[in-house]
């Protein structure tokens, strides 16, 4: 066993893990935040998809020890304090962006790190984007709609979208 | 998975003691690759090395005119590299078009190019551009490194350490991505380096190939139009659910095609 200490959403946890144990693992079994899913556990799906140290990542490929002394965001650690919704989850539920949900979490946040990284989105680079993420519902069509809008409220709301 | 111990050593020096003096060994870099194979249990490694933590590894600088990138380098730090997009934006454009981004903020330049799988795009860049491979031991030209399917010219306790890359003149790379995966289903990559064409193919056959005929057409007039009629043999190129060897012979000349007229743009 091995003694690993990261910050998730803000606090900090140490806890003691095998080597083998993923990050998803530590998320999910050790930490309680189910919120992070597992569709395929063969590094396709993205519905896995966690920020490290603010950059998208599938969390069902990375070991939870790697991620020792960095921080990490899951999907529980984007609403503000008193549960209004990042701006981001609110564009997914205002344009229904999701049917069973299953791939929703991972969807957000790599729409969140998306919107991030560049300036401007176009509808091209939002498909482009989530290469790494399949949902088995929506046919995409409303997911790209709502990252669009949840990137421009990111812009317009800054001070909410940095409690992320 | 299988049980292994995990090792996160800070120098090179530690690297290598480790990795010669464990039983069984495996370097981790990015885990895109490694990760998935221990999961399906193909290896079970006594104890597994990160060299996340190797200063000396990584980053990318300019050193003879030409680009010199360190082994654990992501793909998403190419691709966004200041460097790489003055000296040979191509090759930021390449990495940026490897799997997807979750895959490039994990995934590094020394774990593609040691996985060595046929379909990878960093292995057409190396022998396109005609770049050296430097390890803890030798350095390795990149036409040597890669020596069959999933195997390279490493010995077992040898770790890429960097890559360099001589300036080039003209470069285009053009592949047709698995729809899935965005690997290379063949991918092409046509570069002027010291005054030569050089066009390498990546996902036709198990291991990366220069194509001489495609060269020559190229060396005497640099256009799509040279390429008319040139052909590649299907036979012993790969043959899968994705696409037959005859399909992927056909895609040889459509890729390279498409990547002179990126070159030449
Ligand atoms: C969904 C998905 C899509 C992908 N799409 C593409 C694609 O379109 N194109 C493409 O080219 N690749 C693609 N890849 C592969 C990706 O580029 C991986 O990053 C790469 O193959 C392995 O790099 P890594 O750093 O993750 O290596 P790891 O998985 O950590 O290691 C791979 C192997 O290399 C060895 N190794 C690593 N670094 C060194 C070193 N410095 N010295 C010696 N040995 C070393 C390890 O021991 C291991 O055997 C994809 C992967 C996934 C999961
Ligand atoms: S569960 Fe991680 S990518 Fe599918
Ligand atoms: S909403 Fe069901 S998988 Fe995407």
Known sequence: MTSVSLKVNGKSVTREVEGRTLLVQLLRDHLGLTGT????????????????????????????????????????????????????????????????????????????????????????????????????CTGYHNIVKAVLAGAEAMRSQPAQAAAE | MYAFEYHRPTSLSEVTGLVSGKEDAKIIAGGQTLIPTLKQRLAQPSDVIDLGAVAELHGIREEGGGLVI???????????????????????????????????????????????????????ALVGLNATVHTNKRTIPAEEFFTGMFETALELDEIVTAVAFPKPGRVG????????????????????????????????????????????ALSSNFSAAALNGLTVDADGLNADIHASAEYRANLVAVMAKRAVVRAAG
């Open chain 1, 37 to 136: 899913h597992v569709g395929c556990d063969t590094s396709q799906c993205g519905a896995c998809v966690v920020h490290v140290d603010g950059e998208s990542i599938k969390s069902c490929t990375m070991l939870a020890v790697q991620a020792n002394g960095l921080e990490v965001t899951t999907i529980e650690g984007l609403a503000a304090a008193d549960g209004t919704l990042h701006p981001m989850q609110a564009a997914f539920r205002e344009h229904h962006g999701l049917q069973c949900g299953y791939c929703t979490p991972g969807m957000v946040m790599s729409a969140v790190d998306l919107a991030k990284s560049h300036e401007h989105l176009d509808e091209k680079t939002v498909r482009e984007g989530l290469e790494g993420n399949i949902c088995r």
């Open chain 2, 70 to 124: 360190g082994a654990t380098t992501k793909h998403a730090e190419v691709a966004g590299s200041d460097i790489v997009r003055r000296l040979i934006p191509e090759l930021a454009e390449l990495a940026n078009g490897i799997g997807d981004a979750q895959v490039r903020n994990r995934g590094t330049l020394g774990g593609s190019i040691c996985n060595n799988d046929p379909s990878a795009d960093y292995p057409a």
């Open chain 2, 173 to 216: 790379y053009a592949k047709f991505p698995n729809p899935a995966s965005r690997y290379a289903t063949v991918g092409v990559l046509v570069a002027e380096v010291d005054g030569a064409v050089r066009v390498a193919v990546t996902g036709a056959g198990p291991v990366v190939f220069r194509w001489p005929e495609a060269e020559q």
